[in-house]
């Protein structure tokens, strides 16, 4: 999911004062199928006395592959649209799903799932499916999606977005974090 699609669906969220969840994958990479014959080494702590030699043959992709995210979005796109979810063809991450009186939209971000809508039982119905198809942690109200704070301010249809830890993060990794701030002209 680009990032411009979340700032775009939370103006959306903030404008017409929809419902805003989130779920998260658990291991989500042995979620997907590989297609292709991949050999691993056998890791130092799981070789059996006598097959040394012996190498794995993966059935499903895991952490650290390239090709690891592939598989699980081609899984999650199959499952997703099985229930009548829409991909948005700006954004293949984006999922719509509408009904006279009911929308909702599904964003997918690796493991991060945000369930956006108008109806909480529509919601509902589809984290209850979402968790029968896959292993999920349901967040409750999206707070952080990809690094960035969510506030709300639900009397006043109000939704804003915050990047301190971010920023924070990248200030530590430079070891500028104790640098003094400087005001400048503009």
């Not at 890791?43 to 059996?48: G, M, P, W, Y």
Request: glycine share 4%; charged share 25%; with cysteine.
């Amino acid at each position: 999911m680009r990032f411009a699609s979340i700032r775009l669906l939370l103006a959306v969220v903030a404008h017409l004062d929809l419902k805003l969840f989130q779920m998260d994958v658990k291991t989500v990479f042995l979620n997907g199928n590989i297609e292709e014959e991949i050999n691993m080494d056998q890791s130092i702590r799981f070789i059996s006395k006598g097959q040394e030699d012996k190498v794995y043959r993966l059935k499903r992709s895991i952490y650290g592959l390239k090709q690891s995210s592939r598989p699980w979005y081609f899984r999650f796109h199959e499952a997703i649209t099985s229930s009548g979810f829409g991909i948005v063809s700006e954004d293949y991450c984006v999922c719509v799903k509408r009904t006279t009186r009911r929308i909702m939209f599904l964003t997918l971000y690796v493991d991060d799932i945000l369930l956006v809508g108008n109806n909480l039982e529509m919601i509902n119905a589809t984290k209850q499916w979402l968790s029968s198809v896959f292993e999920l942690k349901d967040i409750g109200e999206a707070r952080y999606v990809i690094g960035v704070k969510i506030v709300r301010n639900h009397p006043k249809k109000l939704l804003g977005i915050c990047q301190d830890a971010y920023i924070k993060r990248v200030l530590e990794c430079f070891r500028m974090h104790c640098s003094k701030p400087v005001d400048t002209l503009v």
